[in-house]
């Protein structure tokens, strides 16, 4: 069974190797495509529709110090090397989770706040995001997503023009009514602020989009991350707002890079990074093996022969195929000759076949069995042949032995002296 399982997997597993490949390929073109569409969304190194590489260069265009921080924000924000704050940018959503425990994350933070530092929070609008692992973000539900498909696609494409709002707008001295608006993906979450708090932007409904508030000594900005993305930043209403920023918060700006997936070489190298590269090249090389061992055949094609039904003949074949493959032919002519003498006391046997069964091969073994019947067969012609067993046993003076014939039963002695010439297993191993 083994051999015709081997023999018939080439063929399966080639054409299950055939469906794994085109399912790679195509799980690979799907990744590629979204990714070329979205790129890494809030990254400032994303040329992709949500990346903020158009905001960065915009920034450093108009002379400001931007830092990307690849490690984790408390060595950056408590390290030797900086000397003053400045605004600590965290854009929405993160492709990687927050590196190191929370609790340093939020010690960071407030350490930033307390020594002045300003801090711009770039919201996803996802009630899943990450910020809101941050004690910093307070949101509120925007909306309810509706139950009906036909009504889910429209709720999730829809477009907010977010207007400036009466005190920010005077702040940057610029009239309410004249403000351009700016153009948005809807978010499902918004900030929720204090009263004290300066609101930037509104949503259709009225609803703060955008605000300034103090938080542990700094201040905190905080907007939707669709605002200044690349895809956005053309609009006059978008490009403004990051100019009015630039101008609040100083030039001094470090965008949060580490948890959009860039990390120095020594983080990098630190922690499961360098076992994690080398578990993945194991696993290939293991993958690499496994394909080239099912592709290839696994020995010569054969078939196993049918099964041969259980019955008192093949048995009895399988047994004598084994003698005649041992050699025990000369054994076997003997032991019927003794046995055919043993059950039918009248049978006469030529000295000739014991000379013959001496030195017995196949041939001979049959040519023996044959006589033996011949003459068995012989004996019984004219009647019944009990009579006549019966009539020579007692001119032989064999009358004790037909008495006992008599009284044991003609009838079991008839079978055993048909089943003479059937040599048994017991006495083939007794031979043995």
Request: proline share 6%; hydrophobic share 45%.
């Amino acid at each position: 069974m083994r051999g015709l399982a081997v023999a018939s997997m080439p063929g399966t597993g080639r054409r299950w190797l055939a469906v794994a490949a085109a399912f790679v390929v195509a799980a690979a073109l799907v990744a590629a495509l979204a990714g070329g569409r979205g790129g890494s969304r809030g990254s400032t190194i994303s040329r992709g529709a949500g990346g903020w590489l158009a905001a960065r260069r915009y920034l450093e265009q108009r002379g400001a110090r931007v830092t990307l921080v690849t490690e984790p924000l408390g060595r950056f924000v408590l390290g030797e090397g900086v000397q003053a704050p400045g605004v600590l940018a965290l854009v929405f959503p993160w492709q990687s989770p927050p590196i190191g425990d929370l609790g340093d994350l939020e010690e960071a933070i407030d350490a930033h706040l307390g020594r002045g530092g300003d801090l711009l929070l770039a919201y996803s609008g996802e009630e899943a995001g990450a910020e809101r692992l941050l004690g910093v973000w307070r949101w509120r539900q925007a909306g309810v997503v509706p139950l009906a498909p036909w009504r889910w696609r429209s709720f999730m494409r829809r477009e907010w023009q977010l207007r400036p709002a009466a005190g920010g707008a005077a702040r940057r001295g610029i009239p309410a009514g004249a403000a351009p608006p700016m153009l948005v993906w809807a978010p499902r979450v918004l900030p929720e602020v204090g009263p004290g708090a300066l609101v930037l932007l509104t949503a259709p409904g009225g609803e703060a989009a955008a605000a300034m508030f103090r938080y542990h000594g700094g201040r905190v900005v905080v907007l939707p991350a669709d605002a200044l993305c690349n895809s956005r930043l053309g609009e006059a209403g978008n490009a403004d707002l990051l100019e009015s920023l630039l101008a609040t918060l100083g030039p001094r700006w470090a965008f949060d890079e580490v948890h959009h997936g860039l990390v120095t070489a020594a983080a990098a190298s630190t922690g499961l990074g360098r076992a994690a590269d080398l578990m993945l090249a194991h696993l290939v090389v293991l993958y690499l093996l496994a394909v080239l061992a099912l592709a290839r055949r696994q020995g010569p094609a054969w078939h196993e022969p049918p099964a041969i039904g259980g019955s008192a003949a093949t048995f009895l074949l399988g047994l004598g195929a084994l003698h005649h493959r041992l050699g025990h032919h000369a054994e076997a002519s003997r032991l019927l000759l003794r046995r055919a003498r043993e059950l039918d006391r009248g049978l006469e046997l030529p000295a000739e076949l014991d000379r013959q069964a001496a030195g017995a091969g196949p041939r001979e073994l049959v040519e023996i069995a044959r006589q033996v019947a011949l003459l068995r067969r012989a004996g019984n012609t004219g009647g019944t042949g009990r009579a006549d067993r019966t009539e020579r046993a007692d001119h032989g003076g064999r009358a004790d032995h037909s008495g006992r014939a008599d009284h044991s039963g003609r009838g079991d002695h008839a079978v055993r002296a048909d089943h003479a010439a059937t040599p048994t297993r017991s006495d083939f191993g007794e031979r043995r």
